[in-house]
């Protein structure tokens, strides 16, 4: 792992906050986390799964990251997904993305050309977040013990599912809002960690039937349900606060003053 900026982040709290960008390979990623002096090995770290169409730095993402680590003095990394952000897009994608736009223009649905697409993704995106885990906790700043857990939307929850079905090192997930296929409801089977899932209730393209059957396939025993009005991208900034929330009681972290 490779970083290649270190940026000090102004935040509204006392505890400062810094911004470093790295990259492992082709992969290109950003790790925030409190300033040096201020966190301690073993702390608890986020993985934060961006949309579809998005990036590492996406402006919800940074804000609920520096949300995370500010409030609760968590680190929180993300990564681009192959072919978005940083990283090039290669033909198959650019025509799943080209389908895509066609479909939107025309009035039609785009479901089955992003989940072919987000499917695809998030079976290449899998192991480069196992690669980045596993240069995240080499670092003396996190270190092997921290507890691990994981957040994202659309895309990020396609990721996160294969993921922590896979990953034994996740022990909480926050997240909402996805295109579901048959293959993320047998992932759901095999998730047990506490989790909570937010589903758009009046999303046009994402149908709250197929959500409401995602989260009855979790395994977990400790799950909750939230249901907003509006679309995926409408969160309510008091669901992004239930979130940090939840993780933050099932990973260990400490409220700080504001």
Not at 177 to 186: K, R, T, Y
């Amino acid at each position: 792992m490779d970083f290649i900026s270190h940026t000090l982040v102004s935040g509204t709290s006392a505890h400062g906050l810094v911004e470093r960008e790295f990259t492992l390979g082709e992969i290109t990623g950003v790790l925030w986390s409190p300033t040096s002096g201020s966190t301690a090995p073993g702390s608890p770290l986020l993985l934060s799964g961006h949309s579809g169409g998005m990036h590492k730095k996406a402006p919800g993402l940074v804000a609920n990251a520096l949300h995370c680590v500010e409030t609760y003095g968590f680190l929180v990394a993300a990564i681009d997904a192959p072919g978005h952000g940083d990283r090039p897009r290669n033909r198959q994608d650019q025509q799943w993305v080209d389908d895509i736009q066609s479909a939107r223009a025309g009035g039609r649905s785009i479901a089955s050309a992003v989940v072919d697409y987000n499917m695809s993704l998030a079976d290449r995106a899998v192991p480069e977040w196992q690669r980045t885990l596993d240069a995240l906790q080499a670092l003396p700043d996190i270190g092997a013990e921290a507890p691990i857990g994981y957040g994202g939307v659309t895309l990020g929850v396609a990721t996160g599912l294969m993921l922590a079905s896979v990953e034994s090192r996740i022990a909480a997930l926050s997240f909402g809002g996805v295109f579901v296929a048959d293959a993320l409801i047998e992932s759901a089977r095999k998730i047990t960690v506490p989790l909570e899932y937010r589903i758009p209730w009046d999303d046009d393209h994402i149908d709250r039937t197929s959500g409401l059957a995602l989260f009855d396939a979790f395994a977990s025993k400790d799950k909750t349900l939230h249901a907003h009005p509006g679309s995926h991208f409408q969160v309510p900034e008091h669901e992004q606060d239930s979130s940090a929330r939840f993780l933050a009681r099932h990973l260990g972290g400490t409220r700080h003053s504001i």
